[in-house]
């Protein structure tokens, strides 16, 4: 199983790695709960995508030189470790999984498939201003998606809504960065920095605190 491995400082690291059968490699670093919640999954590709992203993710704190501690979805349904330390996100889409680690500072990453569909509900997690500058194509609405996504992971609560209170400034279709903003909430006032990457036909998205 390919994997794509990014340090990128001394604090985080990144990994991506393609969708292979489960039996390919090992699973036994997983908790004991993790290994629990692997074995009630019964999906096939299911198994495979979530096994993936435990294979990514250990694969980034190998980058940093930690140890893997485990990991459990809190009440918000996001990614936190056993043992308290760090920050981690989680990522799938068909063909890859991925998963980001900072050592003090909230994380996000998404992963999405370019597909052609995405123009046509654009409308339902797009602000007006950003249908504006967006480009009839489905590579730029991906990139939107994505990085909204990755945002509203590293923000870590429910109730936010990407049409309502996440907000793209205006980016080019080329470009590697995106900046956005969560506005009308209790976690308003911060500002992202989302990095984008073309990985085939997906599109890759990750921001820090």
Not at 54 to 76: M, N, S, T, V, W
Not at 77 to 99: C, E, R
């Amino acid at each position: 199983m390919q994997t794509k491995i990014e340090k990128i400082d001394a604090s985080s690291a990144l990994a991506v790695k393609i969708i292979g059968r489960p039996d390919e490699e090992p699973l036994d670093f997983l908790s004991f709960r993790e290994k629990l919640s692997y074995n009630n999954i019964s999906h096939p590709e299911k198994r495979r995508e979530w096994a993936t992203a435990r294979l990514a993710i250990q694969e980034a704190l190998k980058a940093l030189q930690l140890p893997y501690p485990g990991f459990f979805k809190d009440e918000h349904g996001k990614s936190q470790s056993m043992n308290g330390q760090g920050f981690v996100s989680l990522t799938h889409t068909p063909g890859f999984a991925g998963a980001i680690f900072h050592r003090e500072q909230p994380v996000g990453i998404d992963m999405d498939l370019i597909r052609e569909k995405i123009l046509k509900i654009g409308f339902r997690f797009l602000d007006n201003s950003e249908l504006d500058f967006l480009e009839n194509d489905p590579v730029h609405y991906t990139m939107a998606w994505s990085a909204k996504e990755s945002i509203f992971k590293c923000q870590g609560k429910r109730g936010v809504s990407f049409r309502e209170n996440i907000l793209l400034e205006p980016f080019g279709i080329q470009d590697s960065i995106i900046k956005g903003k969560i506005r009308g909430t209790d976690f308003a006032d911060h500002h992202y920095h989302i990095q984008v990457r073309k990985l085939e036909n997906v599109i890759l998205t990750y921001t820090i605190w």
